[in-house]
């Protein structure tokens, strides 16, 4: 492919530089992610929305631990683009990929954060800026990097913000 990347999933060449994607974007090959990623099932409440780059836990530790992994918290063994299954660090079981992406871009309704028609995005108040996309947290790794996770406004369910 000369200076892009196999899509694995129909043959063809992409123009996707090997190692251009980050955590999160989407992908068609594992070599189209940086560093040690794999291109990996985007699992929203065990059902797959998707593939996108997931950073490989160092020593089986995500966030929890490593705060450059931040919001890959959760441990998954998931289904790589190729087929074979795949430990990864992935956001937490209520968020996806898309809203990891979506975090802090503006937004009118729930539904343009994440995934459309699902419930992983919210549109909702980040860094004091209304009408911002976000996503369900219950402890602060589950955020970006200098975030927090708690109730904002008047809403009941905590977000990153």
Do not use: K, W
Not at 101 to 123: A, E
């Amino acid at each position: 492919c000369g200076s892009g990347t196999c899509d694995v999933t129909t043959n063809r060449c992409t123009t996707v530089a090997p190692g251009s994607l980050q955590r999160c974007e989407p992908c068609t090959s594992d070599t189209q992610c940086a560093g040690m990623s794999a291109c990996a099932a985007d699992m929203y409440m065990g059902n797959r929305v998707g593939f996108a780059c997931m950073p490989l836990p160092s020593n089986t530790q995500c966030a929890q631990t490593v705060e450059a992994l931040r919001p890959m918290i959760e441990v998954e063994s998931v289904p790589s683009i190729s087929g074979a299954t795949v430990t990864v660090c992935a956001p937490n079981l209520s968020a996806t990929c898309q809203s990891v992406l979506d975090f802090n871009t503006g937004c009118q309704v729930d539904d343009d954060c994440g995934v459309p028609g699902l419930n992983d995005g919210r549109c909702t108040t980040v860094a004091a800026s209304a009408d911002r996309c976000s996503f369900a947290c219950g402890v602060v790794e589950e955020c970006p990097t200098n975030r927090t996770c708690g109730v904002v406004d008047s809403e009941i369910e905590t977000r990153c913000h």
